[in-house]
């Protein structure tokens, strides 16, 4: 059950995710952008598949539901007309395959270095009591940094969008 | 009965779920056909006018001839929208609306099972998710219908939507802070003692701020600035007619049921009284149905209010609402956040 | 299965019924709905009666996307508060613990509020531009 569940979510992202960058049918960045929210979706449920229930939730959350209602705002200011009438560009197809068939090689050899002989229980539990428990003891001083993070995220937002400051 | 128990554990749990969900969804259906019915009436009464009266006695068939006519109706998709998303954003508006109600605990049990479709961990979590996917639908029909008052209607939504989410999100943290857990039935067990154990009475700030975000959420006066009549002609859903525009209808109403139902469940006791040993898990099947009886009254004396809230109070304006929601409110519940904090490690 | 993990089919069932119930609709009003005419007043944009001008996508004022930058970062800070949150108390009955969770949070929502207030007196909450002298908008007062 859980094996075939992660195929499915897993088949569905990955569809979803070639979706985002080479649509077919459309090439409307609105769509691209929706497909960018499904493929988060399914991730999330790849999430809750490993027990990280927190993250999957988290994912919905910031990802599909505040991250990308911005990407929306974004596509919504710019022309899209210009971006519809852009054809793929031979050059960037065979470059962007490049890097991809080098990725691939590169996980690959990843991944049958530290392929585990079994599949290992979680190292640390999913919920959002042993979440909450690991950052604010072992992962203290990572979550002050967080803050600063935001802080600067912040100003930045600010400084940019601003034409005249006070 | 006797093929239930031969399947195992499993398939048993399965079907449970299913029917518990079909169920569900039927009732939050009915819900809403008869909460627009009585928002018809109410505001009749409010207005000194008598309301539908015509089908049924009462007009209490209304819904079902709304329905039917909704369904009936010129399904019409003017020549200069965006078909797909023409036809996605209605879905996209109503599907997470229904899925919000799975964590919310409607009773306490019935025979062996827990009345809640999913017991999830990350209960309030999943919920905002939920919610916070509910924008796309209304900014893609503004965007679908590629005319200019629904556009505006769409980007003022999201807009609107997003930044009374951080209230919402910031105005329930404490009363996790004194549950300790995220799951929806934890919150309920906690406030099963006494009618002061509710946590209304605890958290009165987190409450208020929490009522006024919902409003904001799910678009109703004195917040229903994406719709706005008189300056948007309708908003988002302009260029929508039959089951597309009832759906948005639908889905609004929907949203507001599972509002209630949240706050019934954060703030209200959930499915318990605080007499005549209502406060347990229902031992027998009339106590487990006493339950869902005691849960739907509850939401429903919330819907009243939604209600009632819509036909007393003027539209804000746009930036007294942006000013309301993030120099007011989230200061507020921030506030608020620290205080209870404080409080709690004082006393430690 | 995880009983928790297997808490999560009821919901896959429910957004298979949600979908269905969206989806149904939607085609049953596609069959049983009345086919009109199609005439060029019908397919026009509403705008009240007006005939429309331009384009159906207006043109967004900056403010949206800042309003928008500004939720995603508060929304990851409001999140952070959720795990703490549920901790919280546990960790306040260790005497360990007790201090470093609540100055840790304490310090993380100063250090966010000092980035709020910026955000505040530089007006990036303000939904109204300020106006200013000699702007057009403001009322000139020396004639």
């Known amino acids: 059950m859980q094996a075939a ?55 919905i959350l910031i990802y599909a539901g505040a991250v990308m209602v911005l990407f929306l705002f974004v596509i919504m200011l710019l022309d899209l007309r210009a971006e519809e009438r852009r054809r793929l560009k031979r050059l960037g197809l065979v470059g962007g395959g490049l890097v991809a068939a080098a990725l691939a090689v590169l996980l690959r050899g990843v991944i049958h270095e530290a392929a585990p002989a079994a599949a290992a229980p979680p190292a640390v539990e999913g919920t959002t009591e042993a979440l909450g428990r690991l950052l604010f003891t072992r992962y203290l001083l990572p979550f002050e940094a967080v803050s600063v993070l935001l802080l600067v995220a912040m100003v930045g937002v600010v400084l940019l969008s601003k034409k005249e400051l006070k | 009965m006797d093929w239930l128990n031969q399947l195992n554990p499993t398939q048993q749990f399965v079907i449970f779920s299913a029917v518990k969900a079909l169920v569900a969804v039927v009732v939050l259906l009915s819900i809403v056909a008869y909460t627009v019915l009585a928002e018809r009436k109410i505001c009749a009464a409010i207005q000194d006018r008598i309301g539908p009266n015509r089908a049924g006695p009462w007009g209490l068939l209304q819904p079902a001839a709304d329905a039917i006519k909704a369904f009936l109706k010129e399904d019409f998709i003017p020549a200069h929208v965006r078909k797909v998303y023409f036809w996605l954003a209605p879905a996209l508006a109503m599907t997470p609306a229904l899925l919000t109600i799975a964590v919310i605990p409607f009773g306490s049990q019935l025979g062996a ?128 007619s039959a089951i597309k525009f009832a759906m948005f209808f639908l889905g609004e109403y929907a949203n507001m049921v599972a509002a209630s139902a949240l706050m019934v469940t954060l703030f209200l006791g959930g499915w318990t009284l605080p007499w005549a040993g209502l406060n347990q898990p229902a031992a027998t099947l009339a106590g487990g149905l006493a339950h869902v009886g005691i849960f739907l009254a509850k939401v429903l004396g919330v819907l009243v209010v939604f209600i009632w809230v819509r036909w007393m109070w003027p539209r804000f304006r746009y930036d007294q609402l942006m000013d309301l929601g993030w120099k007011r409110l989230l200061p507020l519940a921030l506030a608020n956040v620290l205080f209870t904090a404080t409080f709690l490690w004082a006393r430690a | 299965m995880d009983a928790q993990l297997a808490q999560y089919i009821p919901v896959l069932i429910l957004l298979v019924l949600a979908g269905a119930v969206s989806g149904g609709m939607l085609l049953l009003a596609h069959w049983l709905g009345k086919a009109g005419r199609r005439t060029a007043a019908k397919d026009m944009a509403y705008e009240c009666g007006m005939v429309p001008v331009g384009g159906g996508s207006t043109r967004l004022a900056v403010k949206f996307y800042l309003v928008a930058m500004l939720f995603i970062l508060f929304d990851i800070e409001v999140v952070f508060l959720y795990p703490w949150a549920v901790v919280f108390r546990e960790l306040l009955r260790e005497a360990a613990t007790a201090n470093l969770i609540f100055w840790a949070m304490v310090s993380f929502l100063g250090v966010l509020f000092a980035g709020y207030l910026y955000a505040w007196r530089k007006g990036a909450l303000d939904w109204h531009e300020p106006r200013r002298a000699g702007s057009p908008a403001a009322p000139n007062r020396s004639r």
């Open chain 1, 5 to 59: 569940l992660f195929y499915i979510f897993a088949a569905l992202a990955l569809v979803c995710g070639f979706l985002v960058v080479a649509n077919p049918f459309s090439r409307n960045p609105v769509t691209s952008a929706m497909c960018l929210v499904l493929t988060l979706v399914w991730l999330a449920g790849l999430f809750v598949l490993l027990e990280a229930f927190f993250l999957g939730a988290v994912q």
């Open chain 2, 113 to 240: 099972q827990k009345m809640v479709i999913a017991d999830l961990n990350v209960g309030v979590l999943y919920t905002f998710g939920i919610v916070s996917l509910g924008v796309y639908g209304i900014v893609l029909a503004g965007y679908a219908a590629n005319s200019k008052y629904p556009f505006l209607g769409g980007i003022r939504a999201s807009a609107q939507m997003i930044s009374y989410e951080i209230a919402m999100g910031l105005s329930v943290i404490p009363v996790f802070l004194l549950v300790g857990s995220l799951n929806l039935s934890r919150v309920i067990e906690y406030q099963a003692g006494g009618l002061f154990d509710w946590l209304v009475f605890k958290q009165p700030l987190a409450f208020a701020i929490f009522v006024a975000a919902a409003f904001a959420e799910t678009n109703r006066l004195p917040f229903d600035l994406p719709e706005a009549e008189q300056e948007l002609a309708g908003g988002y859903n302009v260029e929508y």
